[in-house]
């Protein structure tokens, strides 16, 4: 059974995360793995005997770390029955180690489908917003991470936005989000922005060719001409068009990283309440 993994600190934004993913899950029929991880200081012996000393130490510390856990397990099991969810269906993990490790670690160990983080969301995702766990679990992990600022809530998914290049690495992605469409019905929009006048002709040609390939989809193809750059001309779509998930490629030099820093000084406050969809460009 294909599961979704939720790295948790028991912030606001991480019980908001497990709040959507808990309903996606009851919607997918996907078992629910909840992380929490801590890193131990690091202590140096300094004369004989402190060794044994040293081990105490971490010994309490991993005791209090997990009498932390235990408690905020029980208030997640109370939030989701106050949200009539079902928690049977939810895996809690305790790991010590870095974030990033963990995930790897849990996900070799278990047939992780997806990564669903949360994001601190009043101006939107950024490395210094989102904080950098959630950045290096998308630059470390191959997985789709699905981040979930704190004011998105979970509502029926009914508009899908899509940024793509049309290019043949962006299709696992776009058939994945097909695939989903076909249990949970929502509207994808196939997003350009028309950004160099000389690809024009390649890029709508492209489009026909995966309008055939896709012909039994519900897909709709939007090509915005740019406002001042990519990044505000897509954030204006999403705005205009109440759009429910964005979803897009990292690539190498990649929008997603571009979108991030747009974001800060947007007009439109992106990702106050858009969860970001991210997938990893076929290699």
């Not at 012996?45 to 905020?72: C, R, V």
């Not at 390649?202 to 406002?227: C, Q, S």
Request: glycine share 4%; hydrophobic share 45%; aromatic share 10%.
């Amino acid at each position: 059974m294909k599961s979704i993994l939720i790295p948790t600190d028991f912030s606001e934004a991480a019980d908001n995360a497990y709040l959507y993913g808990l309903h996606l899950a009851n919607h997918l029929d996907l078992k629910i793995y909840v992380l929490y991880s801590y890193m131990s200081p690091v202590l140096s012996a300094t004369h004989g005997g402190q060794p044994e000393l040293l081990q105490s130490i971490y010994e309490e510390i991993e005791l209090s770390k997990f009498d932390t856990f235990k408690k905020n397990v029980a208030v997640l099991r109370k939030l989701a029955a106050e949200n009539n969810l079902d928690p049977n269906n939810v895996v809690f993990l305790f790991e010590e180690g870095p974030l990033v490790s963990s995930v790897k670690k849990t996900i070799a160990n278990e047939d992780i489908y997806a990564i669903v983080m949360g994001t601190i969301g009043a101006s939107g995702i950024s490395q210094a917003i989102i904080g950098t766990n959630t950045v290096n679990v998308i630059k470390n992990v191959t997985k789709p991470v699905l981040a979930i600022p704190t004011k998105a809530k979970f509502k029926p998914i009914d508009k899908v936005a899509f940024t793509t290049l049309f290019r043949d690495k962006d299709k696992p992605a776009l058939q994945e989000i097909v695939r989903i469409s076909e249990k949970v019905p929502f509207d994808v929009y196939c997003v350009n922005v028309l950004n160099n006048p000389d690809y024009i002709a390649d890029v709508l040609i492209a489009a026909e060719e995966w309008g055939k390939e896709y012909d039994n989809a519900n897909l709709e193809f939007v090509f915005l001409e740019k406002e001042e750059t990519v990044e505000n001309t897509v954030n204006k779509f999403l705005a205009e068009n109440k759009i429910d998930i964005l979803a897009v490629v990292k690539r190498n030099r990649n929008f997603f990283d571009r979108l991030i820093n747009a974001s800060l000084s947007n007009e439109f406050v992106f990702h106050s309440h858009i969860p970001t969809w991210v997938f990893h460009e076929e290699r």
